[in-house]
């Protein structure tokens, strides 16, 4: 299986739905935006998938809680076919608001294996402020997703990021080894003099997996990662290269990501 | 049976956190202990307990929240519960996103509204019930919002808030299927200049807010009804005021001016922009210029990019959240409603405030009432207002300014622009014409028309009760604007299912109908069949109604079953309210009565023009007295701690600007995270190509001549583009005049010649407009603290926005000073130009709380700047530039601590050869002579950078350091500034550093 076919899911104030295609197309997957009415009224079928996106965004404009109201109209319609989607050696990805929509859906962490139940939550983040900028971010676990990728930096851009569960799950998600990305100091935090945490996220936790590693989601943005000139500090490091006469980079590293995915079905 | 649902949060709310800040900062520290939230709903519809208990699971999330149905969350321990909701008929998204959920749960429609919104806060501390009053006040806007309080004893008696439906009830139900006759035919001209200034008499004697038409206008009006030998309807009446009003028509722009009888657009913008295509001739790259929503330029082969700035001024002073985020929500509407459809890629913004820390409060009404907001009220509210239309919209907002005088205290200018991206053609047809033909369907699509914005203008708040709903202000809605837009630019534009599209703005479907209708040349138009929020509209309200969130197409009968079945898919309710014809006639019906019969050629074109005249005579300003030469290095750091000049990160950083992926150049730079003048946006994933968008703008050199001001804001506008790497070839600019008292000759006469300048600099440079907007009222008239009678106006101001396209995004340079030991040179000369300067305005502040003017205003040579500026670009484009910072406001003194502080390295720099003339340390340091840019190069380029540079005034004044060192010695040799970067840093974020 070559090319693995990826349904970026749309609409209702998803907004990430393009660069988040071009992200996985780039990386060599087929990917195609589909609307959420499409999938309700049955004229694209979720099966047909391999791997389903839902990108980030303001589904709703965050109104009832970010990612909310979309997990609703989601469960409320499609919840027997996403199960079995998601049960099966599927993959699926969320991203900032698409990672808000599977909390709320309870597609993770989904402990003990069972879809459905709301166990953490991405609240307000400690500055109650939407925030704009860039994370170092640390990868760890087995998931395929995360796969052969250590410290890369993201972008992140939300006002509800903040990871939360109490004592007792934040427990068992690190016990069992679901933390895939977690905010750490790094190259940006010291080139900008921030934070590693942007947030007050628990354990500086960005981004979990359930327990088959296969479902995925995270509050940075991978999808604006894919080139050099994204990144903070690219004219610097051009000129840095210049000096010492070699080339710029033509890709960011969040394709790492993207290219996990595809990888996954080869 | 109404219900209500609490919900509460089991962990500490941030919200709430941020909230008793913003509460302390408005007056309340000391006296407010703690604050808890709770949001409640309230819905107007019999419900049982087991529906209401899932819709209350629905609305909360069990991890973090607790829920209640019909039950108060709050069992005591505080203060005063003081609960903020909206009024009757203000729109109200998370009440409609709920309305959604739980019609999508329950799988029912509810009716009407039925869902509303609101928001307890849990106060305790020393606080009196005045002061929970004030609490809630400086939480709600009154004209929007309730505020309900009660104490802890009142709230556990009544077990909790209580329930209030905030349903619109109008009380009088109009005449059914009746528009007024209003009779012009026979009356005196006394009359007519009653109805026009005043508005259309109601039965009772009031009248229904000025038509805005004078004497003149209402004659035209008149004396055509005669010719019809009939007397207009109010339907009538009130289009035509829609269609001829300012806003509209553009009139002072467009009338006869002085000698000039085509007008000030045409003789100067439009007339500009032709000389400058017509030069250019096969490297014009503009493709469709003032003609429809936006202006748009070729970007490649295959794409345009359009452009419009718009501003939202009077809204925002009412209404700080509502007025910005309708402003940025509606200008989305000009990228898709331009040609086909363009799809909203960039926001801008730029903010005019007065200082926040004012806080002497004024008033509009007599005897202390109808108190305004204060300065920080209506900035945070602004602010506000863009983030959530910008961030909720998917736009990235990436480009913006924010600029403080206190004449901006009785009205705040809110610009807001958006460029769009749109492939040339579509499906064949040129994507930036459109015609709706006869025979095509009108569809309105998007929201639902209530009362919104009907003569906001003239709003009173006196004339609100309690039923009746809160029409002069409106909140946008950008998922429903979200919902609209995907389906128009991302489906059905590029299936061709429609001729023609236009927004609906000022006027409502009275102006983008007729608009649209003279494409085909006449429409009719079934007023009954437009959806409304809630019943009890008058057909003229229907017809002018300005509620937001609307688009109008033409579709073609055969494609209005596809388009209509699409629409539905999407989410997007979509009405056919009447067919385009080719009558010549706009034609409006209500419930079987044609309320409105108008000839298009007269509804478009009646208008009769009103010479104006004008006088010009350049004030003289007292010349003030500066310091005796010494160190400057405390006068450093005051200007960057000035409101005009510190960094306003906190902005840039709540404005997601990266969504949509292209960011190249963004809006902080360097290490130090320094707010730039320009950014760089790749607007299609796979191409290298990118946009520079940067902006101009100095309202304090209207004090002495506005032809400088307008002459300045369009050179820095330029250049500021020119350092991140645009060239002069292809770049565009956009004007936004925001004038005060157009009614007064000397005002006007300050106008035309900024046109003038306008007109000169853009043929000087060959940079053309594409696109402009004016807003001429900008005065405020009420009462200050002492209930003294006060007129405040804002300066002359005009923004100019400048859009350039460039080969290679790469080649984009940033502002910061990369590494040490690079040299750091100075282009462009400086002269003795400190009229107006920010310098000017410390020292006046510092001698006696008032900006010194001064009368030596920067005048722009463009011949010279046109050549260094090319010359610049050529030494971009071989990368021997590392970095590049333009200079204007702040002079020399604030770019050269930008640069260094983004690289936070450290500098060495003297002011020994600076080009240009001799000058005092301080003036040759703050000076804002336009023209400048402050550059730093590896030395390896040296002789390369200084060979293309050839023939230009430059020198190298300086190195890069890299010890953290910022040291400037002044023309004697002797050290003038000697800090350090950390310290300059501190400066430079410490004015914003708690907003």
């Known amino acids: 299986m070559a090319m693995p076919k990826v349904l970026v899911l749309t609409g209702y104030g998803i907004n990430c739905d393009e660069e988040t295609k071009f992200a996985f197309e780039k990386a060599g997957a087929a990917a195609e935006l589909v609307h959420i009415n499409d999938l309700i009224d049955k004229r694209k079928k979720l099966g047909n998938y391999r791997i389903l996106a839902f990108p980030g965004g303001f589904s709703y404009g965050d109104d009832t809680g970010a990612g909310n109201a979309l997990a609703n109209r989601i469960r409320n319609h499609l919840w027997d076919e996403l199960e079995k989607f998601v049960e099966a050696d599927n993959l699926a990805i969320g991203i900032c608001n698409g990672f808000q929509v599977m909390a709320n859906l309870g597609l993770l962490p989904a402990l003990d294996g069972s879809y459905g139940g709301r166990q953490m939550a991405l609240v307000h983040n400690d500055s109650a402020r939407y925030l704009d900028r860039w994370v170092d971010l640390k990868f760890k676990g087995k998931s395929p997703w995360v796969k052969g990728i250590e410290k890369i930096s993201l972008p992140i851009a939300h006002g509800e990021g903040k990871f939360y569960a109490d004592s007792e799950i934040l427990g068992r998600i690190i016990d069992k080894g679901l933390v895939a990305a977690q905010y750490v100091g790094g190259e940006i935090c010291s080139y900008q003099s921030l934070p590693a945490n942007p947030n007050g996220s628990l354990h500086d936790i960005a981004g979990i997996t359930d327990e088959s590693g296969r479902i995925f989601g995270l509050m940075p943005h991978p999808e604006r990662a894919m080139e050099f000139t994204q990144l903070p500090n690219w004219p610097l490091l051009k000129e840095k290269a210049r000096r010492e006469g070699k080339g710029t980079p033509k890709e960011g590293e969040g394709i790492k990501i993207f290219r996990n995915a595809v990888g996954y079905f080869r | 049976m109404a219900h209500r649902i609490e919900i509460g949060s089991k962990i500490p709310d941030m919200r709430a956190s941020?909230?008793?800040?913003?509460?302390?900062?408005?007056?309340?520290?000391?006296?407010?202990?703690?604050?808890?939230?709770?949001?409640?709903?309230?819905?107007?519809?019999?419900?049982?307990?087991?529906?209401?208990?899932?819709?209350?699971?629905?609305?909360?999330?069990?991890?973090?929240?607790?829920?209640?149905?019909?039950?108060?969350?709050?069992?005591?321990?505080?203060?005063?519960?003081?609960?903020?909701?909206?009024?009757?008929?203000?729109?109200?998204?998370v009440g409609n996103t709920a309305r959604e959920c739980i019609e999508d749960l329950l799988k029912i429609k509810l009716p009407g509204q039925a869902v509303y919104s609101s928001q307890l806060m849990l106060v305790s501390g020393s606080l009196s019930k005045e002061d929970a009053m004030g609490v809630g006040e400086a939480i709600a806007n009154t004209l929007i919002q309730r505020i309900h309080i009660k104490d802890c004893k009142d709230f556990l008696r009544g077990n909790g808030m209580g329930i209030i439906v905030p349903k619109v009830k109008l009380h009088e139900q109009p005449k059914a299927a009746k528009a007024d006759v209003i009779g012009i035919t026979d009356v005196n001209d006394d009359e007519l200049i009653v109805i026009g200034k005043q508005g259309i008499a109601n039965p009772d004697g009031t009248r229904r807010g000025p038509l805005a038409l004078d004497l003149t206008y209402m004659k035209a009006i008149r004396e055509y009804f005669l010719r019809e030998g009939r007397n207009p309807t109010d339907v009538e009446l009130e289009s035509i005021a829609q269609t001829w009003s300012e806003h509209c028509k553009h009139t002072i722009f467009a009338d006869p001016i002085d000698e000039f009888e085509e007008g000030l657009y045409r003789k100067f913008i439009k007339a500009a922009t032709n000389k400058i295509r017509k030069g250019k001739g096969a490297r014009d790259f503009c493709i469709s210029v003032f003609t429809d929503n936006s202006g748009a330029i070729r970007f490649d082969d295959n794409y345009l990019i359009t452009a419009k700035v718009e501003t939202h001024n009077s809204p925002s002073a009412l209404d700080p959240f509502g007025g910005a985020i309708t402003g940025i929500v509606g200008v989305n509407r000009d990228a898709i409603g331009f040609g086909l459809g363009a799809k909203p890629i960039i926001n801008t913004y730029g903010f005019c405030f007065a200082d926040p820390n004012d806080a002497k409060p004024i008033y509009k009404g007599k005897n202390l009432t109808q108190r305004m907001l204060l300065p920080r009220r209506i900035m945070d509210g602004v602010i506000e207002g863009i983030n959530a239309g910008g961030n909720c919209s998917g736009i990235p907002t990436t480009q913006g300014f924010v600029y403080f005088d206190s004449r901006f205290k009785g009205k705040p200018l809110v610009f807001a622009g958006t460029l769009g991206l749109i492939p040339k053609k579509v499906l064949g047809n040129k994507s930036y014409e459109k015609e709706a033909r006869p025979g095509d369907c009108i569809v309105m699509i998007g929201g639902r028309v209530g009362k919104d914005g009907i003569h906001g203008a003239t709003f009173s708040s006196e004339a609100i009760d309690s039923g009746s709903p809160a029409t002069a202000v409106q909140i946008g809605d950008p998922i429903t604007q979200k919902k609209l837009s995907d389906a128009v630019v991302k489906e059905a534009r590029d299936l061709c299912l429609y001729n023609s599209i236009t927004d609906n703005g000022a006027g409502g479907l009275s102006c983008s109908v007729a608009e649209m209708a003279r494409e085909s040349d006449g429409c009719i138009v079934e007023l009954d069949k437009v959806p409304l929020k809630y019943q009890g509209l008058n057909p003229w309200e229907i017809w002018i109604s300005e509620s937001q969130e609307r688009m109008t197409l033409a579709v073609p009968k055969e494609k209005l079953h596809a388009f209509s079945d699409l629409m539905k898919r999407r989410g997007v309710e979509a009405t056919v309210i009447g067919e385009f014809t080719a009558s010549g006639r706009c034609v409006v019906n209500y419930s079987g009565q044609k309320v409105m019969d108008i000839d298009m050629e007269f509804l478009h074109n009646g208008l009769p023009p009103r010479p104006i005249k004008t006088r010009f005579a350049r004030?003289?300003?007292?010349?003030?007295?500066?310091?005796?030469?010494?160190?400057?290095?405390?006068?450093?750091?005051?200007?960057?701690?000035?409101?005009?000049?510190?960094?306003?990160?906190?902005?840039?950083?709540?404005?997601?600007?990266?969504?949509?992926?292209?960011?190249?150049?963004?809006?902080?730079?360097?290490?130090?995270?320094?707010?730039?003048?320009?950014?760089?946006?790749?607007?299609?994933?796979?191409?290298?190509?990118?946009?520079?968008?940067?902006?101009?703008?100095?309202?304090?050199?209207?004090?002495?001549?506005?032809?400088?001001?307008?002459?300045?804001?369009?050179?820095?506008?330029?250049?500021?583009?020119?350092?991140?790497?645009?060239?002069?070839?292809?770049?565009?600019?956009?004007?936004?005049?925001?004038?005060?008292?157009?009614?007064?000759?000397?005002?006007?006469?300050?106008?035309?010649?900024?046109?003038?300048?306008?007109?000169?600099?853009?043929?000087?440079?060959?940079?053309?407009?594409?696109?402009?907007?004016?807003?001429?009222?900008?005065?405020?008239?009420?009462?200050?603290?002492?209930?003294?009678?006060?007129?405040?106006?804002?300066?002359?101001?005009?923004?100019?926005?400048?859009?350039?396209?460039?080969?290679?995004?790469?080649?984009?340079?940033?502002?910061?000073?990369?590494?040490?030991?690079?040299?750091?040179?100075?282009?462009?000369?400086?002269?003795?130009?400190?009229?107006?300067?920010?310098?000017?305005?410390?020292?006046?502040?510092?001698?006696?709380?008032?900006?010194?003017i001064g009368n030596k205003v920067p005048a722009v040579d463009a011949a010279k700047n046109k050549k260094l500026y090319n010359a610049l670009s050529r030494a971009i484009e071989k990368e021997f530039v590392a970095s590049a910072q333009s200079v204007h406001r702040g002079g020399l003194a604030v770019a050269l601590a930008k640069t260094a502080i983004a690289g936070t390295l450290g500098m060495e720099s003297s002011l020994e050869a600076l080009p240009g003339d001799k000058l005092r340390d301080d003036s040759a340091f703050y000076s804002e002579s336009p023209g400048r840019l402050v550059v730093t190069v590896n030395s390896t380029n040296k002789e390369s950078f200084e060979q293309i540079m050839h023939g230009n005034p430059f020198a190298q004044i300086g190195i890069v350091r890299g010890d953290g060192k910022f040291i400037i010695k002044g023309r004697a040799g002797k050290t003038i500034i000697n800090t350090n970067i950390s310290d300059m840093l501190k400066s430079y974020k410490s004015t914003f550093g708690g907003y």
Not at chain 2, 27 to 49: H, Q, R
């Open chain 2, 619 to 852: 004030q003289m300003h007292e010349e003030p007295k500066l310091p005796s030469d010494g160190d400057l290095t405390d006068s450093l750091h005051n200007m960057l701690e000035r409101l005009n000049i510190a960094s306003y990160e906190f902005i840039s950083q709540q404005y997601d600007h990266e969504v949509q992926g292209g960011s190249v150049i963004k809006p902080l730079q360097g290490r130090g995270r320094v707010n730039g003048d320009a950014t760089i946006v790749k607007p299609l994933l796979d191409s290298h190509k990118g946009i520079v968008i940067s902006q101009g703008i100095n309202p304090s050199y209207s004090d002495i001549d506005t032809y400088n001001m307008a002459a300045c804001a369009i050179d820095t506008a330029i250049r500021n583009a020119i350092a991140a790497g645009a060239n002069l070839e292809y770049l565009a600019l956009l004007d936004n005049f925001c004038w005060c008292s157009s009614n007064e000759p000397e005002r006007l006469g300050q106008l035309k010649r900024a046109a003038q300048a306008c007109h000169d600099y853009a043929i000087a440079f060959e940079v053309p407009f594409i696109s402009g907007k004016d807003s001429m009222f900008n005065d405020f008239k009420g009462f200050d603290e002492k209930g003294r009678a006060v007129k405040i106006s804002v300066p002359p101001t005009l923004l100019i926005s400048s859009v350039g396209i460039i080969e290679d995004a790469e080649k984009a340079v940033s502002l910061d000073a990369k590494f040490e030991n690079d040299l750091v040179y100075v282009l462009g000369e400086t002269y003795d130009e400190l009229g107006g300067s920010e310098y000017f305005a410390m020292l006046g502040e510092q001698e006696n709380g008032k900006s010194h």
């Open chain 2, 18 to 93: 941020l909230r008793k800040k913003k509460l302390e900062a408005a007056g309340f520290s000391g006296k407010l202990k703690s604050l808890e939230l709770i949001d409640a709903y309230t819905i107007d519809f019999a419900l049982s307990g087991e529906e209401l208990e899932n819709i209350a699971s629905l609305l909360s999330n069990p991890v973090f929240q607790e829920a209640q149905v019909d039950e108060p969350i709050a069992k005591g321990g505080f203060d005063y519960a003081i609960e903020v909701g909206f009024l009757p008929g203000v729109t109200d998204n």
